[in-house]
């Protein structure tokens, strides 16, 4: 086949345009007239070709390689403030359309709300949601530093009634009980425990590290349990170090909530009552509270 010239590929290419402009300007049984091409005098350059519009290609969000943010709160409508520290997974502030399921980790006795966060709870959040491990989730730590003051019984009020609400008020949560959990280590479980057992409107699922549950509390439990209708039981997990001075206390709670059929998991691992321990589960802790939340999300 014989290639065109130049000059000929550009005859061609104004007498289709024409065409084309044509066809759309005139109804479809209308007769076209034969159009009149006029041949111009050899270019002296050859006309730039129009460029093609520019079409974006999406960009991942820089914000899912980054770690999340951890804001200290502070409210002040108890007197002292009830703080706590928050932390909020990575594109929480870009992805403005998503909700979050919420965990609620409380510190043990002389601690203060950092405590969870020094072991590792926010690192290890960030490495199972930029791993696409789990869903965004927001973990707050409340504080309980006042715990041997007047104010201290006052806290599992305080949480309930002020910080729950305010954190879904103010931040972008699913609010029911299936997206939101408790747990706590030591008399942060102790607390998570009462809370959790009181109110199974409020957690889908309630984690006791090490509990040291209160004394008080003690002749209550069997009532608290009891009073839970069996298909709106929370979750419920339960892990002790094999040297830890509250292991027997924990076998004998572990077999009440046997004899009541209440599902739970119940696991003793090496170790004593320490941060060292917590810190070599808390990987496992937070894999257990988002197994329970994939189970809902949609």
Not at 128 to 133: A, D, M, N, R
């Amino acid at each position: 086949m014989r290639r065109m010239n130049t000059r000929q590929a550009l005859i061609a290419a104004i007498g289709l345009s024409l065409l084309a402009g044509l066809w759309a300007c005139t109804p479809q049984n209308q007769q076209l007239p034969t159009p009149t091409v006029i041949i111009p005098s050899t270019p002296t350059e050859t006309p730039s070709p129009t460029p093609l519009p520019f079409t974006p290609t999406p960009t991942p969000l820089t914000c899912l390689t980054r770690p999340g943010q951890i804001k200290q709160e502070s409210l002040t409508a108890t007197k002292p403030a009830q703080e706590f520290l928050i932390y909020l997974p990575p594109c929480y502030d870009q992805m403005t359309d998503l909700k979050y399921p919420v965990l609620y980790l409380l510190h043990g006795q002389t601690y203060i709300d950092d405590q969870w966060v020094r072991i590792g709870a926010g690192t290890i959040a960030d490495q199972l949601i930029i791993s696409g491990e789990a869903p965004p989730f927001i973990i707050v730590f409340p504080d309980d530093r006042y715990w041997n003051l007047p104010p201290g019984p006052g806290f599992g009020a305080r949480l309930i009634n002020l910080v729950i609400p305010y954190v879904d008020a103010n931040y972008r949560t699913r609010a029911d009980r299936d997206h939101r959990s408790i747990g706590g280590l030591s008399r942060g479980g102790g607390w998570a425990a009462e809370l959790g057992f009181q109110h199974p409107e409020l957690f889908g699922s309630i984690g006791l590290h090490s509990p040291a549950i209160f004394v008080e509390d003690d002749q209550y439990l069997v009532k608290w349990i009891e009073n839970i209708p069996a298909e709106t039981r929370p979750r419920l997990w339960m892990d002790v170090g094999d040297r830890d001075t509250y292991l027997s206390y924990l076998r004998s709670l572990e077999e009440t909530l046997t004899a009541y059929n209440y599902l739970h998991e119940f696991h003793v691992y090496p170790g004593d009552h320490t941060e060292g321990y917590w810190s070599r589960h808390t990987e496992e802790y937070l894999r257990w509270y988002v197994e329970g939340w994939q189970e809902s999300l949609p």
